[in-house]
């Protein structure tokens, strides 16, 4: 074998290296990261995490997919990680904020792409009484656990043994936009009202798939608990 000092080859074998290290300097290699990540059947989250961090956001490369609505915040698919998760960029308006909801048994890996978002973790309502053989919730007020400010470049993680969360733009000024990864991709999960605990379904739509904008049919379907 030839020794090639600086070529393709040891490029190739500076981005094993950096894969190795989880780290990626674009979001095209984060993307590639994970689809190899993704390959295994027992997937080491701590690895993701820590390329999910070791990604420095660059406007340039997702300004494509942010695309906002003026009245709620967006779902943008990104990348469909061949069934086995789905990346995705999250736009906020200004004070736009999601329901208190679940994971449907999914990682949830979020990163500050632009802004800085509040997190705030609730408990699980507490089921403590059955009512004809069904259980149902006590309608006490969900309890808080905390609350996390994210700055830009910032990550965060949940599912559902943590806990169920919501995630705000707390700016009167400012948008924010987010990255998340969830593993196994889901379509609905649960929402819930933070005085009574009371849970319902919610379908999870995306208001723009491979940064195309879909069709308004679909954009108007979504119910006003997908929010
Ligand atoms: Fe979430």
Same mark, same amino acid.
């Given at each position: 074998?030839?020794?090639?000092?600086?070529?393709?080859?040891?490029?190739?074998?500076?981005?094993?290296?950096?894969?190795?290290?989880?780290?990626?300097?674009?979001?095209?290699?984060?993307?590639?990261?994970?689809?190899?990540?993704?390959?295994?059947?027992?997937?080491?989250?701590?690895?993701?995490?820590?390329?999910?961090?070791?990604?420095?956001?660059?406007?340039?490369?997702? /300004?494509?997919?942010?695309?906002?609505?003026?009245?709620?915040?967006?779902?943008? $698919?990104?990348?469909?990680?061949?069934?086995?998760?789905?990346?995705?960029?999250?736009?906020?308006?200004?004070?736009?904020?999601?329901?208190?909801?679940?994971?449907?048994?999914?990682?949830?890996?979020?990163?500050?792409?632009?802004?800085?978002?509040?997190?705030?973790?609730?408990?699980?309502?507490?089921?403590?009484?059955?009512?004809?053989?069904?259980?149902?919730?006590?309608?006490?007020? $969900?309890?808080? $656990?905390?609350?996390?400010?994210?700055?830009?470049?910032?990550?965060?993680?949940?599912?559902?043994?943590?806990?169920?969360?919501?995630?705000?733009?707390?700016?009167?000024?400012?948008?924010?936009?987010?990255?998340?990864?969830?593993?196994?991709?889901?379509?609905?999960?649960?929402?819930?009202?933070?005085?009574?605990?009371? /849970?319902?379904?919610? /379908?999870?739509?995306?208001?723009?798939?491979?940064?195309?904008?879909?069709?308004?049919?679909?954009?108007?379907?979504?119910?006003?608990?997908?929010?």
């Amino acid at each position: 074998m030839y020794n090639v000092p600086c070529g393709k080859s040891s490029c190739l074998i500076e981005n094993r290296e950096k894969l190795r290290r989880e780290e990626v300097s674009t979001l095209r290699e984060l993307i590639d990261a994970l689809h190899e990540i993704f390959q295994t059947d027992h997937v080491n989250i701590d690895h993701v995490q820590d390329l999910m961090t070791s990604y420095k956001s660059n406007p340039v490369e997702w /300004k494509k997919f942010a695309k906002f609505d003026r009245y709620r915040y967006t779902r943008n $698919l990104v990348d469909e990680g061949n069934g086995r998760f789905n990346l995705m960029v999250l736009c906020w308006g200004e004070g736009h904020g999601s329901a208190i909801h679940d994971h449907a048994n999914a990682h949830c890996v979020m990163k500050v792409l632009q802004g800085k978002l509040c997190e705030t973790r609730y408990a699980w309502p507490a089921k403590s009484e059955m009512e004809e053989g069904v259980m149902i919730e006590n309608g006490e007020e $969900l309890k808080e $656990l905390e609350r996390n400010m994210l700055d830009t470049n910032e990550i965060c993680y949940i599912n559902d043994s943590l806990g169920l969360h919501r995630v705000e733009n707390p700016s009167a000024m400012n948008p924010a936009v987010s990255l998340h990864l969830y593993s196994p991709p889901f379509s609905t999960c649960s929402v819930f009202n933070k005085q009574t605990g009371q /849970k319902s379904m919610c /379908k999870v739509t995306f208001w723009s798939k491979y940064g195309e904008r879909r069709n308004r049919e679909i954009q108007d379907a979504r119910s006003p608990e997908d929010n």
